[in-house]
């Protein structure tokens, strides 16, 4: 049901009488708090999981994608590294992805070394 069709019937429950202006008010508030705050937290949730997305340093074979991608969804990454080889297999899509992404996608930060501001 969209905001208009529930907009719609709370006003016509307020028209019958079924509710108080005090209950239309509140009804009408929760509806449009609802939508907007989980459009909201979609929306940013969405953007900082991609942002999360990494190139290993340390899961590579070539560019760290596959192993990256490992980090990031929990799969292992001798599974990406199919996906991927699989797709190559379809005109090559698995080859232009793997680019597009080892150019895209940044590296991992590397590692500290002793807590010191080197990288190991």
């Given at each position: 049901m969209?905001?208009?069709?529930?907009?719609?019937?709370?006003?016509?429950?307020?028209?019958r009488?079924?509710?108080?202006?005090?209950?239309?008010?509140?009804?009408?508030?929760?509806?449009l708090?609802g939508v907007?705050?989980s459009t909201?937290?979609?929306?940013?949730?969405?953007?900082?999981?991609?942002?999360?997305l990494?190139?290993?340093?340390?899961?590579?074979?070539?560019?760290?994608?596959?192993?990256?991608?490992?980090?990031?969804?929990?799969?292992?990454?001798?599974?990406?590294?199919?996906?991927?080889?699989?797709?190559?297999?379809?005109?090559?899509?698995?080859v232009?992805?793997?680019l597009?992404?080892?150019?895209?996608v940044?590296?991992?930060?590397?590692?500290?070394?002793?807590?010191?501001?080197?990288?190991a």
């Open positions: 969209s905001i208009s069709d529930e907009l719609g019937r709370l006003g016509e429950l307020h028209q009488g079924v509710l108080t202006d005090d209950e239309f008010t509140r009804a009408k508030a929760r509806v708090n907007a705050s909201a937290a979609g929306g940013s949730a969405a953007v900082a999981a991609l942002n999360a990494r190139r290993s340093r340390t899961d590579r074979w070539l560019g760290g994608v596959c192993g990256g991608l490992a980090d990031f969804t929990g799969l292992a990454a001798w599974v990406w590294r199919l996906a991927f080889t699989l797709l190559m297999l379809c005109a090559g899509t698995g232009l992805i793997y597009l992404m080892w150019i895209f940044p590296e991992a930060e590397a590692p500290l070394v002793n807590g010191q501001g080197r990288p």
